[in-house]
Structure formats: C-alpha cells, structure tokens
C-alpha cells in the first residue's frame, strides 16, 4: 500500500509561484508513473501534470503547459510540482497520485494511489 503525502500549497497573489511536494511511502517508488490533479470548487477533478517512473518522460495539461514544471527525485521518494506565474484560475486543490505502469497517464481512472490534498488559492 503506497501512501502519498502532499505539502507545499498555500495563498499566493497572482503571478506568484509555488513548489508542492508529494512524499510517498510504502512501495517502490521509483516503479511507479506520478501524477499532480487539481480540483477547483464545483469543478471535476482535472489532469495537471505526469511523468514516468524510467526516462523521466513527462505530460501536461494545455493550461499548465510552460508555466508548471514536473518532476521526480526517486532517491528522495518525493515528486515536485514547480508552479509559476500562478493565475487566480488555478486556485484548486492539488491532489498527488500514483499509478503502477510506465505509461504517462492523464486519466484520473488510471491511477491506484491518491493522497489526501493540498489547497492552493491564487489571489488577483
């Protein structure tokens, strides 16, 4: 069973960034594809960023794409979200999740393990 802790969320105005963390624990870490989520009030859950436990092949929303940075220190069993330039619309709560395959998933059904949240609020 992998347990997946995120930190790191918080109030920032806009234009600001943020880095999230995700620790995970209880599995192999380094087999497994990371995933970041974001949820925003009234809204389904959505695809922000992935990558790949091997070659370190990443995937990202058209949303994020050049302003948020995924990655991955296998040694440390931790994950990052580098968010920057930070817009109100991005104001969600960001969840973490893990999937056993090497496949760069968007799908939210396609992953196992998904930690409990952290709230990040972008204030214009």
């Known amino acids: 069973q992998v347990q997946l802790v995120e930190s790191g969320g918080g109030l920032v105005q806009a234009g600001g960034s943020l880095r999230l963390s995700c620790a995970a624990s209880?599995?192999?870490?380094?087999?497994?594809?990371m995933g970041w989520f974001r949820q925003a009030p009234g809204k389904q859950r959505e695809f922000v960023a992935a990558?790949?436990?091997?070659?370190?092949?990443?995937k990202y929303a058209d949303s994020v794409k050049g302003r948020f940075t995924i990655s991955r220190d296998n040694a440390k069993n931790t994950v990052y979200l580098q968010m920057n330039t930070l817009k109100p619309e991005d104001t969600a709560v960001y969840y973490c999740?893990?999937?056993?395959?090497?496949?760069?998933?968007?799908?939210?059904?396609?992953?196992?393990?998904w930690g409990q949240g952290t709230q990040v609020t972008v204030s214009s």
């Open positions: 999740a893990a999937a056993r395959t090497i496949a760069v998933l968007a799908a939210t059904g396609g992953y196992d393990y």
């Open positions: 209880g599995g192999t870490f380094s087999r497994y594809t």
């Open positions: 990558i790949s436990w091997s070659l370190g092949n990443t």
